[in-house]
Structure formats: C-alpha cells, structure tokens
C-alpha cells in the first residue's frame, strides 16, 4: 500500500486545489501558502525526492519546469519574476517524501534562503 500523501492527493484520496494536471504531472495550491502565490508541481511518479533521480526518471523535471513556466503566464506572476523551490531530505526540511517543486510568486522573495 502506498501512504504517500502526495500519491493519494494525484489519486484523488485526499482533496486538494487543482491548478493543472496531464499524464505526468499534477500542480496544485500549497495549502500553507507562504507567498500571494504558492503552488506545487509534482510528478505523478513516486520519486523520493531530487536524490532518487537518473537519466531514466529525470524526464519529469524538464516537463515540471515547462508546466511551471505555463502555469506562471496564465496566473499573472511570471513577468514579476518568481521563486522555484526543491527541498531535498532533511538538511533541505523536506516534509513529504514525493518529489515536488515549490513556486512562489506575487512578492518580493530575500536571499539567502533561511
Ligand atoms: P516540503 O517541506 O516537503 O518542501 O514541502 C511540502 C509542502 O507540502 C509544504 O509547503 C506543505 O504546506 C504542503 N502540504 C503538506 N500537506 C499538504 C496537503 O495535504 N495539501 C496541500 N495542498 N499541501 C500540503
Ligand atoms: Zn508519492
């Protein structure tokens, strides 16, 4: 059985807000946004985190990075600029094991992140 929380949010198990979604991806609403805008791009996949990638399943990154790019137009912050996070393991405060891309946009972000 599969427990995890980003795997039942791509199945449906577990509710979420629905930005974009095709046969290898699903983008959703962070549900503790931490910018105007804050969403996830994950792959439908179950990849741990950026450790767990290869040539065989990187695939998804490059088509994450495209959706990113058209999600952004089509919610109004890509001129503005915008933020694209990958917290990997502990170290990098990953919280769900599942591969995912935090993009936050619609402020202004600081450097160095904390
Ligand atoms: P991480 O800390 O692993 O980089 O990011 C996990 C993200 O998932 C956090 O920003 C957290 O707010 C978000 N998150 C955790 N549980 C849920 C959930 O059930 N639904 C949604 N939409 N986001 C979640
Ligand atoms: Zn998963």
Redesign the pocket.
């Known amino acids: 059985m599969n427990d995890c929380?980003?795997c039942k949010?791509i199945a449906g198990e577990?509710p979420?807000?629905k930005i974009y979604e095709d046969e290898k991806c699903y983008a959703?609403?962070?549900?503790?946004?931490?910018a105007p805008v804050?969403f996830?791009v994950i792959p439908k996949t179950h990849i741990k985190d950026a450790n767990a990638l290869s040539a065989e399943n990187a695939d998804v990154v490059a088509h994450a990075y495209v959706k990113i790019a058209e999600i952004a137009k089509s919610l109004g912050i890509a001129e503005g600029g915008y933020r694209i996070?990958?917290?990997c393991g502990k170290n990098?405060?990953?919280?769900?094991?599942h591969l995912?891309f935090?993009v936050l946009g619609g402020r202004m972000m600081t450097w160095p992140p904390g």
């Open positions: 929380l980003f949010i577990i979420s807000k959703f609403y962070d549900i503790s946004p931490q804050h996830l996070v990958n917290n990098g405060q990953q919280t769900v094991p995912h935090h």
